[in-house]
């Protein structure tokens, strides 16, 4: 018989994601001087000042700000690759308890529930005092311009970023947790920062990213394209399964072939339309969103990672009673 006090991989990394999730619950973010994802963010500033053009990009210099970018992108990626690894190789001598247990806070800074939940939640605080205050709150969530954007346009906005980053800071992560453990989901945030910070067409703060972000920009889309549709199964399993047929067309909407998959069963399951004005709108047969859509939203999403946090429990208790057979 297996010795049940030797827990397997599969069990240490459901119960590293159940401490993940717990951690968050709790505490939320680390301080920023310990916050993987602020070092990530560093370094990225500091490359992206040495990779994109302060002004429109010459021609025949596009391929070669290319693969500047690519190429600190690499680098960046390698680097956070490395130190996942390097951590995950120091633990391996401990008992699966202690492994599981400093995983999980390990884990914790890669994915951000609680931080997504409470903002979101503010959003819609502010926008009860008034309109210019939902603005000014929806402004630390979103790049595009909020002034012209009235009470349910801010509503709409804060649920697209909720069902967008639902997919970016918890479900893609713990996707690429669970394929290639904590290097992984390094690799993912990595990635999804850098397209966050990189991956724009244009200029941006004075300096032009249409090439030097191409690279992280593509390979973002490439490591989201599955959790994306994971997102938007448990979004629709939970919330719009009647409405499952419209989905694929209403993700289709969007410029993005990633975000509009959460979005587009976010929006499906509340039965509200989501718009970006002049871009797209999903589900435009559905009504505009009330303050009650923001608390049934954000409900929802707690579904989705209270069901990860259920899947996780499961893999670890079938694996200990595989143990104890």
């Known amino acids: 018989m297996t010795d049940p006090q030797a827990l397997s991989p599969v069990a240490i990394g459901a119960l590293a994601v159940l401490v993940a999730l717990?951690?968050?619950?709790?505490?939320?973010?680390?301080?920023?001087?310990?916050?993987?994802?602020?070092?990530?963010?560093?370094y990225l500033g500091w490359a992206g000042e040495r990779i994109a053009t302060p002004v429109p990009t010459p021609t025949a210099d596009r391929w070669r700000v290319f693969a500047r970018g690519a190429l600190a992108w690499l680098l960046g990626a390698a680097?956070?690759?490395?130190?996942?690894?390097?951590?995950?190789?120091?633990l391996d001598a401990g008992p699966g308890w202690l492994q599981a247990l400093v995983l999980g806070v390990l884990l914790k800074p890669l994915l951000a529930w609680r931080m997504l939940r409470d903002e979101v939640r503010a959003v819609e605080a502010a926008l009860g005092e008034?309109?210019?205050?939902?603005?000014?709150?929806?402004?630390w969530l979103v790049s595009r311009d909020v002034s012209a954007l009235d009470a349910a346009q801010v509503?709409?906005?804060?649920?697209?970023?909720?069902?967008?980053?639902?997919?970016d800071s918890v479900v893609a992560p713990l996707f690429w947790f669970a394929v290639a453990g904590l290097p992984g989901a390094a690799l993912y945030r990595f990635a999804n920062t850098a397209d966050a910070m990189w991956g724009y067409r244009g200029e941006r703060q004075g300096r032009d990213w249409t090439w030097a972000g191409k690279w992280a920009a593509r390979?973002?889309?490439?490591?989201?394209?599955?959790?994306?549709?994971?997102?938007?199964?448990?979004?629709?399993?939970?919330?719009?399964?009647?409405?499952?047929?419209?989905?694929?067309?209403?993700?289709?909407?969007?410029?993005?072939?990633?975000s509009g998959w959460p979005m587009a069963a976010m929006a499906l399951a509340?039965?509200?339309?989501?718009?970006?004005?002049?871009?797209?709108?999903?589900?435009?047969?559905?009504?505009?969103?009330?303050?009650?859509d923001t608390a049934r939203a954000l409900q929802l999403a707690g579904r989705v990672v209270g069901a990860l946090a259920l899947l996780a429990g499961a893999a670890m208790l079938g694996t200990l009673g595989g143990a104890f057979a």
């Open 219 to 258: 390979a973002d889309d490439g490591l989201s394209w599955l959790p994306a549709r994971l997102t938007a199964a448990l979004l629709g399993g939970l919330g719009a399964a009647s409405r499952w047929r419209q989905l694929p067309t209403q993700a289709g909407l969007t410029p993005s072939p990633n």
């Open 270 to 292: 509340l039965d509200v339309s989501l718009a970006k004005p002049g871009v797209y709108t999903l589900h435009p047969a559905g009504r505009r969103p009330h303050a009650a």
């Open 22 to 42: 717990g951690v968050d619950r709790l505490w939320g973010e680390p301080a920023a001087r310990w916050h993987p994802v602020v070092g990530m963010g560093r």
């Open 155 to 167: 509503r709409e906005s804060a649920i697209e970023t909720l069902a967008e980053n639902l997919n």
């Open 130 to 139: 008034s309109l210019p205050a939902g603005r000014a709150r929806l402004a």
């Open 79 to 90: 680097l956070v690759v490395l130190a996942g690894w390097a951590l995950v190789r120091a």
